[in-house]
């Protein structure tokens, strides 16, 4: 039988083969994850592309969970390869079911292992603790999404955050594929015309995404994910 000690670290372990394959793939896989490697191969990758769709697409969607999952460098050139092999509507797809299902792997690994502690420790406090976690129930989905569509939020961060706190795992995960539609359509955008940028020599331009018309937008959509809370506080102050 296992002691208590020895099960408490067994559920740690998923999260230690993550953090361990994350700083691997930091070290080692730099170049292979890069737009120089995907100039380099695209012919290649058409090729493949054109003589087996299906396997592509399939091989493309694992790559893209395990970069997820993983954390590993390239996802937003994994994005960019989505507009760039797919087209604007396949390619979106396709980033937005990947880069849910890396989110959602993520997720479950840490609530598993340190996400349970925490969560339960935050269920058993008092005070100060307690109203917090109130308050991130109530407005758990305006939160999730204000992680998602916030373009400073990096992507691990809206991953992490959410377990080690206890949120609700289907809230997560459909909040996850809505909220990052925005982004990945950019990319895949930016992905579409990757063809002839390479042609002309240059790299793809990620500030893109910084451009006021499609920045505007993106933060109109965190105002509307905010709203339920602004209006939950002002009419608190009125209250009181």
Avoid at 66 to 78: D, M, Q, R
């Amino acid at each position: 039988m296992m002691t208590p000690r020895a099960r408490r670290w067994l559920r740690y372990l998923p999260l230690i083969l993550v953090l361990l394959v994350a700083v691997a793939g930091a070290l080692t896989l730099g170049d292979a994850l890069s737009f120089d490697a995907l100039r380099d191969n695209r012919e290649r990758l058409m090729a493949f592309r054109d003589a087996n769709f299906i396997g592509l697409t399939l091989s493309f969607v694992a790559i893209y969970v395990l970069i997820v999952a993983f954390s590993l460098p390239g996802a937003a050139v994994a994005s960019v390869s989505g507009g760039f092999l797919f087209g604007l509507a396949l390619g979106t797809a396709l980033n937005v079911v990947a880069a849910t299902l890396g989110a959602a792997a993520i997720f479950l690994v840490v609530r598993w292992g340190p996400g349970a502690a925490l969560s339960a420790r935050i269920e058993a406090g008092e005070g100060r603790m307690q109203r917090l976690r109130a308050g991130l129930r109530e407005h758990e989905v305006s939160v999730l999404l204000l992680l998602r569509l916030v373009p400073v939020v990096p992507f691990f961060v809206a991953n992490l955050l959410p377990a080690l706190v206890g949120v609700r795992f289907g809230n997560f995960l459909w909040t996850t594929a809505l909220g990052i539609v925005p982004g990945a359509l950019v990319f895949t955008w930016i992905g579409v015309g990757l063809g002839e940028v390479f042609a002309r020599g240059e790299r793809p331009d990620l500030t893109l995404i910084w451009e006021p018309y499609i920045l505007g937008p993106i933060l109109g959509l965190c105002l509307l994910a905010a709203l339920p809370i602004v209006v939950k506080a002002l009419r608190g102050g009125r209250e009181v």
